[in-house]
């Protein structure tokens, strides 16, 4: 086993690696991998989570699931629904098209030792020949927010940084992703809600705009339940008064590309941190990956670019875009 300090260098060699990584947080996120060809029974009494001894896929070398799991440190949830968010869950999830759809759901995880085991299990699942993805399949994200700490001033930060890039976000995914009717685009027009009320521009209440008609709310279902319609975008703030998280439902599933999957969860925490307040610099880099070329774009376009980082030239002069 590494020993403490090889873990903590195991960490700097990867934020050299990944310039975005500097940046991250002890947040707490979680995610649900969707997938399909999962092989399992069901009682009535399980709900919605598959016991693990109910789970019949095997391995490349015929092992049996949730052995599988178990040898590699992985815990499974499924003989109670107790404490949904302490132990990997398989779950059922009716809107994959596929035989055997579901989900694998995350415990509450923080930091870059959560991103490795986010990392490990996606390799773990690539073991089962049966299980695979498709269109249908999404790979959604929660960050973990404190009413307290994050309120309607921050919800709104994150509400209109997502609204004014969010065609930006959309050209960063697979192309059979744009149109999923489990991520639609926001439809929360805030440029003619500030038309609307002039020179005020005063923050207005998210709740409000959230669940409105506009952006599907329905009278007839309860706030109360999870499956609400307005959860159904690529940024579902229904979660924050569901569950007090801020959901990502944008990126599509995709088992076999775990490091584009990475970048997700640190980008989007990255946003989550905006609503916080937390703009931090940026070090600008010659060739960025898509996703620190989409910061630096936010950056530009919120007249931000005193907070990147250029290096300088022989003459001491910033070297320019």
Known sequence: MEDRASLDDWEVRLKERYPMLRNFTPRPFGVEIEIFGLKYSISAGDRDVIPPYKITNRSSAGVLLPRVFEERGFILNGFSADAPYEAWSFVTDDSIKGAGGGELVSPILSGVRGLAKIYQVLELLQEFPEIQVNETCGFHVHHGVEAEKFGNRELFQVLRIVAIFENYIYQLLPEQRRGAETCRPLEIDLYEWFRRNGSERQTPLVKNLWYSPENRDDLNIPRQRKNHPTRYHGLNLHSYWYRGTIEFRYFPSVLDQPEELM?????????????????????????????????????????????????RGAGGKKAKL
């Open 263 to 311: 970048q997700w969860i640190i980008f989007t925490q990255f946003l989550v941190e905006w609503g916080a307040g937390q703009r931090p610099d940026l070090d600008y880099v010659v060739k960025p990956n898509k996703w620190l070329n989409m910061l630096y774009k936010i950056y530009l376009g919120t007249g931000m670019m005193d907070r990147i980082r250029f290096p």
